[in-house]
């Protein structure tokens, strides 16, 4: 390690920040912030076995909202929907509404404290864009559920090489 390390840098493990509250899995099941969105899974509210993929960019505030097998949301409005509003209020449990808020580039009012300040906060607008990535992702974090637990560390999350194995 040299001098400008942080001893940090040195593990193949990344810190894991605990939630902001706890949340409850059923309604909103995956929220996430990557790929420049704000993007997750919802639950249909009418049938058990439909999902919604939901997605709010950070560059321009374009959502998009459709079945996990991409039929679009009949209830898209100007603003969202209300799978688009329960991703966001999820999100704020999940990150916390400044991480949110800074993540999207929205300028909420310091006393924000829901999903819906920060939606607030935006210009969104709709713009068609693939579920399927967001989806897949996932349906790939379900997957880590049906593996037994263990200390080891699991080849495909273990993205840097042991310590003075690469120079």
């Known amino acids: 390690m040299n001098a400008a390390q942080k ?3 040195e593990r193949s493990a990344a810190r894991v920040v605990a939630p902001a509250r ?19 899974v ?19 505030h374009s ?25 966001a209020d999820e999100a704020v449990l999940q990150y916390g509404v ?17 999903g819906a300040a920060v939606l607030a906060a935006v210009n969104a607008w709709h713009e068609p864009s693939a579920g399927a990535p967001v ?3 996932f349906l790939r974090h379900l ?6 637990a263990t200390t080891e560390p699991l080849p495909e999350l273990h993205w840097f090489p042991a310590g003075g194995a690469v120079r």
């Open 143 to 148: 997957a880590y559920l049906e593996l037994p």
């Open 135 to 137: 989806f897949s992702r």
């Open 98 to 114: 400044d991480r949110v808020a800074r993540y999207l580039r929205a300028d909420v009012a310091a006393d924000a404290t829901t």
């Open 22 to 40: 706890p949340r409850k899995l059923a309604k909103v099941p995956f929220v996430e912030l990557a790929d420049g969105r704000l993007q997750g």
């Open 42 to 60: 919802v639950s249909s509210g009418s049938d058990i076995e439909r999902v919604y993929v939901s997605s709010l960019t950070a560059a321009n």
């Open 63 to 87: 959502f998009h909202c459709s079945t996990n097998n991409n039929r679009p949301c009949g209830g898209i409005r100007s603003g969202g929907c209300n799978h688009l509003r329960a991703l």
């Open 7 to 9: 001893p940090w840098e």
